[in-house]
């Protein structure tokens, strides 16, 4: 019991001496995710009544707001209801791509999604995160790039500044943390190379 008090009052020392996370501090004043306040209200509407919405299954419709809001999106895109899109002036989808119900593409910064990829139900492109190590909890940003025929599996996570390289899939409910190789099956948290992926003819 003695040994026990005492490792209780070293640790609240330690604690004590500490810097502490102040998010009043928190000021993201230097990000500027373009387009204009006005353009940016509206798409809040647009993204509400017809993206999140799940009751619009419509992928024409989303693809031609989607384009007129800034995107380049390719031809032969499927979106499922549900979807949830931060900025579509920062997004870039080539041909023949799958993405999901309850997928979240999150992009503070640009999201490259080349062709025939698959983003399964519930995954999210995370651009953004925090400093941890900062009393401010700073905002960090970071583009994300799905090369062609990747797949991000159900509920699966790639974290901002990750490349998943052509052909390489992300199981599902794993959190990529780093670029993944190409024709690679990445899985786990944080995602680490199982085995190769072969393409049969």
């Not at 698959?118 to 925090?130: C, E, N, P, V, Y």
Request: net charge positive; proline share 4%; charged share 15%.
């Amino acid at each position: 019991m003695h040994l026990a008090f005492r490792y209780q009052y070293i640790i609240k020392l330690q604690t004590e001496n500490r810097h502490t996370v102040n998010l009043a501090s928190f000021s993201n004043d230097w990000y500027n995710p373009g387009a204009g306040i006005v353009k940016r209200a509206l798409w809040y509407v647009v993204n509400a009544l017809f993206f999140i919405n799940p009751l619009v299954p419509l992928s024409g419709l989303k693809v031609w707001l989607l384009r007129l809001f800034g995107a380049t999106v390719g031809k032969g895109v499927v979106m499922k209801p549900s979807l949830n899109i931060k900025y579509p002036w920062l997004l870039q989808i080539g041909n023949h791509v799958w993405i999901g119900e309850n997928v979240w593409i999150d992009n503070l910064a640009q999201v490259t999604i080349k062709h025939n990829v698959t983003l399964s139900q519930g995954a999210m492109l995370l651009t953004g995160s925090h400093d941890y190590k900062k009393p401010a909890f700073d905002l960090i940003v970071g583009s994300i790039t799905l090369d062609e025929s990747v797949w991000v599996g159900a509920k699966a996570i790639v974290c901002p500044g990750v490349t998943c390289g052509s052909h390489s899939v992300l199981a599902a409910g794993s959190v990529a943390t780093s670029d993944l190789q190409a024709y690679t099956i990445y899985q786990g948290n944080p995602a680490i190379a199982k085995r190769e992926r072969h393409i049969s003819a």
